[in-house]
């Protein structure tokens, strides 16, 4: 599913998923993917999922970042853009986790040289974060937790 195809049309997004148990988000530029969530309506989709026990998140690289409180920080790796309009790149993340995911830690991946910047900088800053090497993963259960929605 391309959220591009659902900008500005959330209803039609609900419907689409209405059968759906899970979803599995994958990477790419965390900005990006933030903004498409957002105008798409996924980001509010995802939140009213939280309490279902009979549904799944998965992602992967950029599908957990959008998961933080914030994306500061993440933009050492990657680039805050905008490829759909002129508007100003969303720097809060989904909340929906208590930390920052901060993937490709110490991996044979592009990346992984950009992210001991990510993890030194969030030391300094004393930011609450979770590294994950490539193969790791990370699995919650939101509807234990009190999450902010």
């Known amino acids: ?8 049309q959330e209803d039609k997004l609900k419907e689409a998923l209405k059968d759906c148990h899970a979803v599995y988000v994958i990477g790419g530029n965390t900005f990006s993917l933030r903004l498409a969530m957002k105008y798409s309506g996924f980001d509010n ?10 549904f799944l998140y998965a992602g992967y ?5 959008v998961l933080a409180p914030t994306l500061i920080g993440l933009d050492i790796v990657d680039k805050p853009i ?7 790149v969303i ?12 993937p490709h830690y110490k991996s044979n991946h592009p990346e992984s040289k950009l992210v001991d910047e990510v993890v030194s900088l969030f030391d300094k ?3 609450n974060y979770k590294t994950l090497k490539d193969g790791e993963v ?9 999450v902010k929605k």
């Open 82 to 88: 905008n490829p759909y309009d002129a508007k100003p």
């Open 91 to 102: 720097y809060e993340g989904l909340q929906i986790l208590d930390y920052i995911p901060v």
């Open 61 to 65: 690289s950029a599908g957990i970042c």
């Open 125 to 127: 800053m004393k930011v």
């Open 45 to 54: 989709y995802l939140k009213e999922q939280l309490d279902n026990d009979n």
């Open 138 to 146: 990370i699995i919650e259960n939101f509807s234990t937790k009190k």
């Open 1 to 8: 599913m391309d959220l591009k195809d659902y900008f500005y």
